[in-house]
């Protein structure tokens, strides 16, 4: 079936997630519907929904040296783009991170105050996607530790118990796009250095926050990494290909 046709909304539920698959094609429009047309009206929107976040992309990407393919991927698989998004459970943003997860990362890589921002949204899933590559080396394991968390994975390892079915139906989608690309090594990972405008000593207005928790982040890494594939790059291969490709026989399961 033409990806232009289906097309996933992932959302958690008491601590899974639900897989609602929704029938673009000819099974809810009429067969009149020519799927070239329907290729046609879905790209702009997919293209629309990826560039308005294309420099918070970027920023992630290099910071935390993985692809920005990947990125995009899980953006679109856990919110499909919709930035209030909240689960059943409680995740939230563009990225569906929890709310304890979000005060970890939060911390540990100085992030801003409110998690439904875009760019903090962007660069805390970023940065456990990284962390899950860091922990497992490989893309399935990665995406089954992000859906279903790191605990309930080594579960699956140590005892054989199987993943949720959401899960497994979540690497089996998402896992063939990100094939064919790594992260770098060396990547930054660090915190920004504290903004004095968002230290305890001063009071901050609405206006200058938004300035101050928009500063660049800088990196500190400690030696040379293979350049990050650029976004313009990536994202026109996601605008002219399509962002998911049909799932491989063996599903990319763990």
Known sequence: MDNSCVRFAIRRCGGRRRICLLLLSGLIFSAA??????????????????NVHAAHLSEAAQRFGIPVRWI?????GESAGD????SSAGAVGLMQIMPDTWAELRTRYGLGRDPYTPRDNILAGA????????RYGDIGAMLAAYN?????????????????????AYVDFLAPAL????????????????????????????????????APREGSPDKARPPVPATSDALAA?????????????GGRP
């Open 238 to 250: 996601l605008q002219s290909r399509g962002l998911f490709v049909a799932p491989s026989t063996d």
């Open 148 to 168: 279903a968390g790191p605990a309930r994975y080594d579960e699956h390892r140590t005892t054989g118990r199987p993943l949720p079915a959401e899960t497994r």
């Open 83 to 86: 930035v209030r998004a909240v």
């Open 179 to 214: 094939r064919g690309e790594r992260p770098s090594k060396g990547a930054s990972t660090a915190a920004r250095p504290l903004n004095w405008r968002e230290a305890t000593l001063f009071v901050v207005s609405v206006f200058s926050y938004s300035a101050a928790n928009a």
């Open 72 to 76: 995009v991927a899980v953006m679109r």
């Open 127 to 134: 940065a456990y996607l990284r962390e899950m590559w860091d």
């Open 33 to 50: 519907a020519a799927p070239h047309a329907l290729a046609q009206n879905s790209r702009p929107v997919r293209a629309a929904s990826i």
